[in-house]
């Protein structure tokens, strides 16, 4: 278990959980400090001891061998763990070449030793810096909050109480300040070892090794490890600049919203509670007198059970909580008893009532109102829900910003990762998302609107919905699907996950992902590859619920994420997941509404109430069956999957099978007349069939116009020509525009005679011929012509 994140809603609490993960952070900034030292000392032994090389490099070696990366959270990325191991291979290499020969080796002060000292001064130096500061204003905090809760109730003395009320409040803020400073500075430090730290060894085994000549070899097996490594370095880098920005975003908003300064109910690390913080309990003396002791307490509404912690900041020491159970609450008179913003409580194990003092009297209503006292209630929380906002306006939005920077081709360098101007990309979203003034946004013109314009908007768009894409309900399982060590067990959950998303989410994610996918595709070209596009879209499409700084060091998993969806896009959004009842699969409508448009993808239908359904050779068409929804794709057309000449070289022969179409019985006795006729079967949709269930003419009105009832009408033909053994082929024109993926495949423009027309062992594809060649062809990009 690594170290816990420090969060900046801890500093608010300043309990002793969080002084005591502290101090976590502060011994391994202590141990990372003599590490360093410990590796400037070895190092110029290998410079300066000649006779003592072989000694001193194995020493050195063994340092690094022996150092563990400490991370924040319990779970690493690939890229982190390579990283985490990469002091460990540092050293191997060095014991290979200690192991051949030792010999003397010349370096430079100036590249290793010098940087490891400026690391350690300039990062563990500041933070020392930034620990002194914290310390001072803890100390100034909590004796101004001493004078300020011992000054007496009077109501004479008014402008005394005012004065008091802001010097609290002053120096509580400085002492927030400083806290969240010091818990960001550092984690930092603990991010910045990933890649500055191993940045300046890996320097020391590049110059080390190039001192060698007969280590050439050496040499070339350690610069394709090295290539892997930068690469890894450079993205762990990205990542950390994210997280820091994302980190600093949430420092300003907890420093500058008057209600972040405010002490938060269900912050800190004893989640579940309803409401904790430090409390002074009277204690009566000897002769009457009387003490205040400070403890932090915390209690849980639903079971009344009450915890008490003797504890103080500067200097405490972490005891056992006492647990008492609550009976009732009382909110104290100020007119019996001389100090302000008291309340009594009365607890089971107790005899008579404890006198309690909040921290002011806005602590004390919360307090009372937690307790059920005497003091108004007020919610505590605000109820969220799934929807997600995403309209057919958003939609529309989307669609169009997609065809335009696909349009405009997919070869710009920094595709998404360019910014566009802030001012612009907000009146693009003014004027998109306006239903008056939607339909005439034109993205024809780069002039008007310049690619990175419609790319920030995109971003925005979806940064800004009430909930992110992927849901607050879903994001903790997607982080989990990330952490899981094996791949495999990644894309499978993933997976899973996904087609958990509400339909809107699922039709949204999927035409964003199909596009980000046609990006990456051209990554040679535009240098946005799957981890950058990852880096770009992740905190957007993965917002969490609550802004914390676990959560901001989670955003390296949202990345893997998004990375995974774009890796695996066909199989995640085209299949449903394994163990999935494929009768209760969702059903994507299509979002493709404007006429004139491609279809969709092969093999789907236009209207989601026109399902698809495979029928098995040697079965009967069931009508009831037919009915049943099954996944409706709307996306772009795309090719044929890649393995489908696999998948047929590996089909089994088949056996002479009847299987009833329309209600006329047909024999077929090879395998190819077999898949043809069920990849004729599986077209026909419950509107393509009559009541008596054989195939409508063309051109019927029951189903809607277009290409579906074309599917409809090629799907009956070719039953015609099957239950009549008319071997005549068919001769169709194209409706759309289609470029084939690979050689297999037909490209042609809309309007064009594909003759010799038959049914393609691939449901959802024809075989035709066009200009001599010989090739499949979609079935719904085609109309059939007598």
């Given at each position: 278990?690594?170290?816990?994140?420090?969060?900046?809603?801890?500093?608010?609490?300043?309990?002793?959980?969080?002084?005591?993960?502290?101090?976590?952070?502060e011994?391994?900034?202590?141990?990372?400090?003599?590490?360093?030292?410990?590796?400037?000392?070895?190092?110029?032994?290998?410079?300066?001891?000649?006779?003592?090389?072989?000694?001193?490099?194995?020493?050195?070696?063994?340092?690094?061998?022996?150092?563990?990366?400490?991370?924040?959270?319990?779970?690493?990325?690939?890229?982190?763990?390579?990283?985490?191991?990469?002091?460990?291979?540092?050293?191997?290499?060095?014991?290979?070449?200690?192991?051949?020969?030792?010999?003397?080796?010349?370096?430079?002060?100036?590249?290793?030793?010098?940087?490891?000292?400026?690391?350690?001064?300039?990062?563990?130096?500041?933070?020392?810096?930034?620990?002194?500061?914290?310390?001072?204003?803890?100390?100034?905090f909590?004796?101004?909050?001493?004078?300020?809760?011992?000054m007496?109730?009077?109501?004479?003395?008014?402008?005394?109480?005012?004065?008091?009320?802001?010097?609290?409040?002053?120096?509580?803020?400085?002492?927030?300040?400083?806290?969240?400073?010091?818990?960001?500075?550092?984690q930092?430090?603990?991010?910045?070892?990933?890649?500055?730290?191993?940045?300046?060894?890996?320097?020391?085994?590049?110059?080390?090794?190039?001192?060698?000549?007969?280590?050439?070899?050496?040499?070339?097996?350690?610069?394709?490890?090295?290539n892997?490594?930068?690469?890894?370095l450079?993205?762990?880098?990205?990542?950390?600049?994210?997280?820091?920005d994302?980190?600093?975003?949430?420092?300003?908003?907890m420093?500058?919203?008057n209600?972040?300064?405010?002490?938060?109910?269900?912050?800190?690390?004893?989640?579940?509670?309803?409401?904790?913080?430090?409390?002074?309990?009277?204690?009566?003396?000897?002769?009457?007198?009387?003490s205040?002791?400070?403890?932090?307490?915390?209690?849980?509404?639903?079971?009344?059970?009450?915890?008490?912690?003797?504890?103080?900041?500067?200097?405490?020491?972490l005891?056992?909580?006492?647990?008492?159970?609550?009976?009732?609450?009382?909110?104290?008179?100020?007119?019996?008893?001389?100090?302000?913003?008291?309340?009594?409580?009365?607890?089971?194990?107790?005899?008579?009532?404890?006198?309690?003092?909040?921290?002011?009297?806005?602590?004390?209503?919360?307090?009372?109102?937690?307790?059920?006292?005497?003091?108004?209630?007020?919610?505590?929380?605000?109820?969220?829900?799934?929807?997600?906002?995403?309209?057919?306006?958003?939609?529309?939005?989307i669609?169009?910003?997609?065809?335009?920077?696909?349009?405009?081709?997919?070869?710009?360098?920094?595709?998404?990762r360019v910014?566009?101007?802030?001012?612009?990309?907000?009146?693009?979203?003014?004027?998109a998302?306006?239903?008056?003034?939607?339909?005439?946004?034109?993205?024809?013109?780069?002039?008007?609107?310049?690619?990175?314009?419609?790319?920030?908007?995109?971003?925005?768009y979806?940064?800004?919905?009430p909930?992110p894409?992927?849901?607050?309900?879903?994001?903790?399982?997607f982080?989990?699907?990330?952490?899981?060590?094996?791949?495999?067990l990644?894309?499978?959950?993933?997976?899973?996950?996904?087609?958990?998303?509400?339909?809107?989410?699922?039709?949204?994610?999927?035409l964003?992902?199909?596009?980000?996918?046609?990006?990456a595709?051209?990554?040679?070209?535009?240098?946005?590859?799957?981890?950058?596009?990852?880096?770009?879209?992740?905190?957007?499409?993965?917002?969490?619920?609550?802004?914390?700084?676990?959560?901001?060091?989670?955003?390296?998993?949202?990345?893997?994420?998004?990375?995974?969806?774009i890796?695996?896009?066909?199989?995640?959004?085209?299949?449903?997941?394994?163990?999935?009842?494929?009768?209760?699969?969702?059903?994507?409508?299509?979002?493709?509404?404007?006429?004139?448009?491609?279809?969709?993808?092969?093999?789907?239908?236009?209207?989601?109430?026109?399902?698809?359904?495979?029928?098995?050779?040697?079965?009967?068409?069931?009508?009831?069956?037919?009915?049943?929804?099954?996944?409706?794709?709307?996306?772009?057309?795309?090719?044929?999957?890649?393995?489908?000449?696999?998948?047929?070289?590996?089909?089994?022969?088949?056996?002479?099978?009847?299987t009833?179409i329309?209600?006329?019985?047909?024999q077929?006795?090879?395998?190819?007349?077999?898949?043809?006729?069920?990849?004729?079967?599986?077209?026909?949709?419950?509107?393509?069939?009559?009541?008596?269930?054989?195939?409508?003419?063309?051109?019927?009105?029951?189903?809607?116009?277009?290409?579906t009832?074309?599917?409809?009408?090629?799907?009956?033909?070719?039953?015609?020509?099957?239950?009549?053994?008319?071997?005549?082929?068919?001769?169709?024109?194209?409706?759309?525009?289609?470029?084939?993926?690979?050689?297999?495949?037909?490209?042609f423009?809309?309007?064009?005679?594909?003759?010799?027309v038959?049914?393609?062992?691939?449901?959802?594809?024809?075989?035709?011929?066009?200009?001599?060649?010989?090739?499949?062809?979609?079935?719904?990009?085609?109309?059939?012509?007598?």
């Amino acid at each position: 278990m690594g170290l816990q994140p420090l969060e900046f809603a801890d500093c608010l609490t300043d309990s002793p959980f969080f002084r005591t993960k502290l101090a976590e952070h502060e011994q391994e900034l202590e141990r990372t400090s003599k590490f360093i030292k410990q590796l400037v000392h070895h190092g110029r032994d290998v410079y300066n001891a000649a006779k003592q090389l072989s000694k001193a490099q194995r020493i050195f070696a063994k340092d690094m061998m022996n150092f563990k990366f400490e991370c924040i959270g319990n779970q690493l990325t690939d890229d982190e763990i390579v990283i985490s191991k990469s002091l460990s291979e540092f050293g191997k290499y060095i014991e290979k070449i200690e192991n051949n020969r030792e010999m003397m080796i010349d370096a430079a002060e100036d590249c290793i030793m010098k940087p490891l000292e400026r690391f350690r001064r300039e990062n563990i130096g500041a933070a020392k810096e930034e620990k002194k500061n914290f310390d001072k204003h803890t100390v100034k905090f909590c004796q101004s909050q001493e004078r300020y809760l011992n000054m007496k109730a009077s109501k004479s003395n008014d402008s005394a109480a005012q004065e008091a009320d802001t010097q609290v409040e002053f120096e509580k803020k400085a002492f927030y300040t400083a806290s969240m400073k010091y818990v960001l500075k550092l984690q930092e430090i603990q991010e910045k070892k990933k890649f500055e730290f191993v940045e300046i060894l890996l320097s020391y085994m590049l110059g080390w090794l190039t001192f060698y000549h007969e280590g050439y070899v050496d040499l070339e097996d350690f610069r394709i490890y090295e290539n892997t490594l930068r690469h890894l370095l450079q993205k762990t880098r990205e990542s950390f600049e994210c997280t820091r920005d994302e980190a600093n975003n949430l420092l300003s908003k907890m420093l500058n919203e008057n209600k972040a300064l405010k002490p938060l109910d269900q912050s800190g690390i004893l989640r579940g509670f309803t409401k904790q913080g430090y409390l002074y309990l009277m204690e009566k003396k000897a002769l009457g007198t009387t003490s205040w002791t400070k403890y932090y307490c915390h209690y849980k509404k639903e079971t009344k059970e009450f915890y008490m912690i003797f504890y103080n900041q500067v200097g405490g020491k972490l005891l056992e909580p006492e647990k008492y159970t609550l009976e009732n609450c009382v909110r104290r008179a100020s007119d019996t008893i001389e100090r302000r913003f008291c309340f009594d409580v009365t607890l089971k194990e107790k005899s008579g009532p404890l006198t309690f003092q909040a921290l002011s009297e806005e602590d004390r209503r919360l307090w009372l109102d937690a307790m059920d006292g005497k003091e108004p209630t007020y919610p505590m929380h605000n109820l969220k829900t799934e929807e997600s906002m995403l309209d057919e306006i958003g939609f529309n939005f989307i669609r169009k910003s997609i065809a335009a920077i696909e349009s405009r081709g997919l070869q710009e360098q920094g595709l998404y990762r360019v910014v566009g101007v802030n001012s612009k990309v907000n009146n693009l979203l003014k004027v998109a998302l306006d239903p008056k003034k939607a339909d005439k946004v034109s993205f024809e013109d780069p002039s008007v609107w310049e690619t990175k314009t419609i790319t920030s908007a995109i971003k925005n768009y979806l940064r800004s919905l009430p909930e992110p894409l992927m849901t607050f309900r879903l994001h903790d399982s997607f982080i989990k699907a990330a952490k899981q060590e094996s791949k495999t067990l990644r894309i499978l959950d993933v997976h899973k996950y996904v087609h958990q998303l509400p339909q809107a989410n699922f039709e949204m994610l999927d035409l964003l992902v199909a596009h980000l996918d046609r990006v990456a595709s051209k990554s040679d070209l535009n240098k946005m590859t799957v981890a950058n596009l990852g880096v770009c879209f992740g905190p957007s499409l993965m917002r969490p619920e609550e802004e914390t700084m676990a959560a901001v060091l989670d955003i390296k998993f949202c990345n893997i994420v998004v990375e995974i969806l774009i890796n695996n896009y066909k199989e995640i959004f085209k299949n449903p997941p394994d163990g999935a009842d494929v009768s209760e699969s969702r059903v994507l409508p299509n979002t493709n509404h404007s006429t004139g448009k491609p279809p969709l993808a092969p093999g789907a239908l236009a209207n989601q109430n026109e399902p698809s359904v495979r029928v098995l050779a040697g079965q009967t068409v069931n009508h009831a069956a037919l009915t049943q929804p099954s996944r409706n794709y709307a996306s772009q057309p795309i090719g044929p999957p890649s393995s489908v000449t696999t998948r047929l070289k590996q089909r089994p022969p088949i056996q002479p099978v009847t299987t009833n179409i329309g209600g006329v019985d047909i024999q077929s006795s090879t395998s190819s007349s077999t898949e043809s006729l069920t990849s004729a079967k599986s077209s026909l949709s419950p509107r393509a069939l009559s009541d008596s269930g054989t195939p409508r003419a063309l051109g019927s009105r029951d189903g809607p116009v277009g290409y579906t009832s074309n599917v409809s009408a090629l799907a009956a033909r070719f039953s015609i020509n099957l239950a009549s053994n008319d071997s005549t082929t068919i001769t169709v024109i194209t409706r759309y525009r289609c470029v084939g993926d690979n050689d297999t495949e037909l490209s042609f423009e809309a309007n064009q005679m594909i003759t010799n027309v038959r049914p393609s062992r691939e449901p959802g594809w024809l075989e035709g011929t066009l200009d001599g060649k010989t090739g499949i062809i979609p079935e719904n990009y085609v109309q059939y012509i007598d």
